[in-house]
């Protein structure tokens, strides 16, 4: 099992110098509490946005403190496509607060750094392009505002997978190296909408997992008003189970609406095989997933890892919302939880995994990428792969109650109000 080349571009250590006769904000605010920003660019992918903290230590020293980082994932195809080719980095810097007001930017441009990156090899060693000050301005003889910034890049590996179909038609699973598509794992999707029990395996159900199954889940029957049942089974080439996402917490609409709400998400347990029976199993992780209110609604999500001790010390390494219309990147990455509360928690270091979810009724075959540091067996890669199925289905869970879903999710009873 060969991984793809993929190549990691990093912009860190990121802090602005301003000259005394600066006044970013307008008179009366010193330039120490004026809020500063920068943009981000690289061609074809979105622009990144990261807070500058002002930088008061004399000459050419490296920041005393440095504002969040920026990464970008280049494919193998774009790194063929840049072969021989400088890449543009293009750094804009702003003064004032980030967002918009009456629909002007609020910030104001104080000057731009661009940095010239060829990535010839990168997939194969590490590279620094720039490490240290840029001047902002173009006229020598006026003092400037000057930006630290180190940008760098370093080798990325990772497996890629595909579903040859959307989880809930279960598919047969690709992995994807240039454009050889060899498949590795077959899904088995099943929806019990009788008896939430039998969406686990057999030995859950015995009197020693009793208790630790409920400790996991929310009894709330809601006869016609539920989604429940729901299982994915991932199966290697000789046909044994690897990997499996059951639905643990029944996703209902909250009282007086038709939305599952974040205050009473539905759960997953992401399982693998433990110990040489078939029946036996482990929970690995446990997704929660909700409809996110507002202007344009979301998918919520949080994902953590379970612990040996209990369902209540879950490590959480990755919380986020994507857009329910468009779909969204379903990802786990310790640079982008590093800014977050739950950073000195994660016990998983750089790109763990990222799957591709369609949005709300669109046709969704979940393209995945698992670090190869992470992977020492299929069975590790399997279960990512139970991971994005269960993100995916998510998607469809938390469809609103007063809109029917496709047969396929509703195989033992349609119910009038899904």
């Known amino acids: 099992m060969d991984p793809c080349p993929f190549v990691r571009l990093i912009v860190e250590s990121l802090a602005l110098k301003l000259p005394q006769a600066t006044r970013p904000a307008g008179s009366g605010v010193h330039p120490s509490t004026t809020p500063c920003f920068c943009k981000i660019r690289v061609k074809n992918f979105p622009s990144q946005i990261a807070l500058l903290p002002l930088c008061s230590s004399g000459g050419d020293q490296s920041p005393d403190s440095t504002g969040s980082s920026a990464g970008f994932h280049l494919d193998s195809v774009l790194l063929r496509r840049l072969s021989g080719r400088p890449l543009t980095l293009r750094v804009s810097v702003y003064t004032g607060r980030m967002g918009r007001t009456c629909g002007v930017s609020s910030g104001k441009l104080l000057g731009r750094v661009h940095v010239m990156i060829l990535l010839d090899g990168a997939e ?37 997978f595909q579903f040859g179909g959307e989880p809930e038609c279960s598919p047969v699973v690709f992995q994807i190296q240039g454009t050889i598509r060899q498949p590795v794992f077959s899904c088995k999707f099943s929806a019990d909408r009788n008896s939430r029990s039998r969406s686990l395996p057999s030995d859950f159900n015995s009197n020693n997992n009793r208790g630790w199954m409920r400790s996991f889940s929310t009894e709330r029957e809601r006869p016609g008003r539920e989604r429940k049942g729901w299982m994915i089974m991932i199966h290697d080439l000789s046909g044994s189970p690897v990997a499996a996402a059951s639905m643990i917490t029944p996703f209902v609409p909250s009282p007086g609406s038709d939305r599952v709400s974040r205050s009473n998400p539905g759960a997953w347990l992401i399982l693998r095989p433990h110990g040489n029976s078939v029946s036996s199993w482990k929970a690995w992780g446990r997704l929660e997933a909700w409809r996110e209110r507002g202007s344009i609604d979301g998918l919520g999500y949080k994902f953590e890892l379970v612990t040996d001790n209990g369902p209540t010390s879950g490590i959480p390494i990755a919380e986020s919302t994507m857009n329910i219309k468009k779909g969204g990147q379903f990802c786990i990455d310790s640079r982008i939880m590093r800014d977050s509360a739950m950073s000195s928690w994660l016990p998983l270091r750089g790109f763990v995994m990222g799957s591709t979810v369609e949005g709300e009724g669109k046709v969704s075959k979940p393209l995945v990428q698992v670090g190869v540091q992470h992977v020492t067996c299929m069975a590790d890669a399997a279960l990512f792969v139970a991971l994005s199925a269960a993100i995916d289905l998510s998607m469809d869970a938390c469809r609103l109650f007063s809109h029917k879903l496709r047969k396929e999710l509703c195989h033992d009873e349609q119910d009038s109000s899904l």
């Open 124 to 160: 194969s060693r590490p590279n620094v392009f720039q490490n240290g000050w840029m001047k902002l301005g173009n006229e020598p003889s006026k003092p400037s505002a000057r930006l630290h910034l180190v940008v760098r890049s370093e080798p990325d590996p990772r497996f890629v």
